[in-house]
C-alpha cells in the first residue's frame, strides 16, 4: 500500500489564481482530512469527509473548498489564492471502524502564494 | 476555546539519556490522546496513543503517560538515538468532537551526540 499520497509536492501561486492539492488513499478509509501547518505551529483542520458524498467543514474553512466523489480522493481547492494561504497542506485519512482511529498523514503539498 | 499546549518549544537531550516531552489539555472531556513525531519535511507519523480510561501505555522505547487530575499528558523516549530528533505533537479527541483532532504547539526534540 502506498498509504496516502499527495500531488503537487511543491507550487508557487500568483495572488488571485486557483489550484487543485490532489489527495488519494489507497487504504479503503471512509475518513479524510486536510490541514494546514505554518511554520513553528501545529496543524490546523480545514475541512473533513466522513464518507463519499459528505463533507464538513474544520476550523479554518474560508478560502478552500473540497468534494469526496470516491472514498480513495479527496482534492482540496483554492479558488482565490491570498498570501495567508502560504503553508504546507497535509491530508489525512483514517478508519473508524470501533471508536477512534489514528490517522495516517500524507507527505505534504507546501504551497507559496506571492 | 479548548486547546492542547506543550510546556516547551524545544529541548535537547544527549544521545541515550531518556527524554520527556510534556503536553497540557485543557479539555476535561477528552478521552483520546496521540502522540505524532514529525521529521523535517515529512507528514506527522503515529507514535502511541492513549485512552482516557488508562494511565499508562508502553510502546517500544516510548511510554505515554496520562494524568487526568492535572491534565496532563506525557511522552517519554528511552535511550534516545539521533534518529528521534523530530518535532513531536500531542493531539486530542473529545469525547464528543467525532474523529477530529486538536493538535498542540509542538516540541523540537534535538539529539545531542
Known amino acids: 500500500n502506498a498509504g496516502v499520497t499527495q500531488t503537487p509536492k511543491f507550487r508557487i501561486l500568483k495572488i488571485g489564481q486557483s489550484m487543485t492539492l490532489q489527495c488519494t488513499q489507497d487504504m479503503n478509509h471512509n475518513y479524510m482530512y486536510w490541514y494546514r501547518q505554518d511554520p513553528g505551529m501545529g496543524l490546523k483542520l480545514i475541512y473533513y469527509?466522513?464518507?463519499?458524498?459528505?463533507?464538513d467543514k474544520g476550523e479554518v474553512p474560508n478560502g478552500y473548498n473540497v468534494s469526496r466523489s470516491t472514498t480513495e480522493d479527496f482534492p482540496l481547492r483554492l479558488e482565490l489564492a491570498a498570501p495567508s494561504q502560504t503553508s504546507v497542506y497535509f491530508c489525512?485519512?483514517?478508519?473508524?471502524?470501533?471508536?477512534?482511529?489514528?490517522?495516517?498523514f500524507g507527505p505534504g503539498t507546501r504551497l507559496l502564494v506571492l | 476555546g479548548e486547546s492542547v499546549g506543550l510546556h516547551l518549544p524545544t529541548l535537547s537531550v544527549q544521545e541515550g539519556d531518556n527524554s520527556i516531552i510534556n503536553c497540557a489539555y485543557s479539555n476535561s472531556a477528552s478521552d483520546y490522546f496521540i502522540w505524532y513525531k514529525q521529521e523535517s519535511g515529512k507528514g506527522p507519523q503515529f507514535i502511541i496513543d492513549i485512552r482516557s480510561n488508562m494511565d499508562k501505555r508502553q510502546g517500544q522505547r516510548v511510554t505515554v503517560l496520562l494524568n487526568k487530575t492535572v491534565k496532563h499528558l506525557s511522552l517519554q523516549i528511552a535511550a534516545t538515538q539521533p534518529g528521534d530528533s523530530a518535532v513531536y505533537f500531542c493531539a486530542e479527541i473529545p469525547s464528543r468532537g467525532g474523529n477530529k483532532l486538536t493538535f498542540g504547539t509542538g516540541t523540537q526534540l534535538k539529539v545531542e551526540l
Open positions: 489525512a485519512s483514517s478508519s473508524r471502524t470501533s471508536g477512534k482511529e489514528t490517522q495516517y
Open positions: 469527509s466522513v464518507g463519499a458524498g459528505i463533507t
